[in-house]
């Protein structure tokens, strides 16, 4: 890709995604919800979380190979 | 952003409940239009306005205030959209209420512009976030690059690899942009 390619994409990507115009500002306050977070107890891992994490770090391990893939994913 | 006094940020950073509901007032909006730069979803920037200010004052005692809360928020508040950006699937069709382009260019047609769009979410999150910022947005390659927590360089690298995942995208669909 050249530097016009680069150009006329910035300019598609411009023209079919409009930037967020103006002062934006939520419906409404906010701090009520932050408090309620703050009172909410943490949430705790569910194993299969751990057990997902453990998965993948055995594979990176066996198959150091896909780190860059999973990676580029991330 | 307007950065607090540094009497606030030391009691904010000692826990003070009271200096953190001060900085919220003085930064939520803000953090709110940067989330919704980002994410394009209002419902969703709300959401993770309240995310990104949990996780501010879950964090408080790591605040440096010599870095300023501004810079700090934003980089969270960066963080956090990517987060929910993850979560989301591709949508096969775009959400309503986005605004439309302002002048929009005769030769791209209404069907180039939605395949463009639905194409560009598909694009991996961490891509698609610096080329809405950067393109898009047009914020300042090196307030991007703060917020993400790298480079100029690294930003320019993932815009360039945006569009290029995009043209590429498009062309599939046989689309010549």
């Not at chain 2, 898009?136 to 480079?151: D, M, R, T, W």
Request: charged share 25%; hydrophobic share 45%; with cysteine.
């Amino acid at each position: 890709m050249n530097a016009n390619d680069e150009l006329r994409m910035k300019k598609l990507l411009k023209q079919s995604l409009p930037p967020v115009e103006g002062e934006s500002e939520p419906g409404h306050d906010l701090w009520p919800a932050v408090l309620r977070r703050l009172d909410a107890r943490p949430t705790a891992i569910p194993w299969f979380d751990w057990a997902l994490g453990a998965s993948l770090v055995a594979f990176a391990a066996f198959f150091p190979a896909s780190i860059p893939v999973f990676l580029y994913y991330l | 952003m307007r950065n607090g006094s540094s009497d606030l940020l030391n009691e904010f950073r000692q826990g003070n409940v009271a200096a953190f509901e001060t900085l919220f007032r003085l930064h939520q909006r803000a953090v709110y239009g940067w989330i919704l730069r980002i994410v394009r979803n209002p419902a969703a920037a709300e959401d993770l306005t309240v995310e990104t200010f949990w996780r501010i004052h879950r964090a408080h005692a790591r605040f440096q205030p010599s870095r300023g809360f501004e810079a700090w928020a934003r980089c969270i508040a960066t963080r956090a959209a990517l987060d929910w950006l993850r979560t989301q699937r591709p949508e096969t069709e775009l959400p309503a209420g986005l605004p439309a382009p302002a002048t929009a260019d005769p030769a791209v047609t209404d069907e180039i512009r939605r395949k463009t769009a639905l194409a560009f979410q598909r694009l991996p999150p961490r891509l698609r976030l610096a080329a809405v910022l950067a393109v898009v947005e047009e914020q300042p390659h090196k307030e991007v690059a703060e917020a993400l927590g790298i480079s100029v360089s690294a930003v320019k690298l993932r815009v360039f690899r945006a569009l290029r995942s995009l043209r590429k995208d498009l062309q599939q669909q046989g689309i010549a942009p």
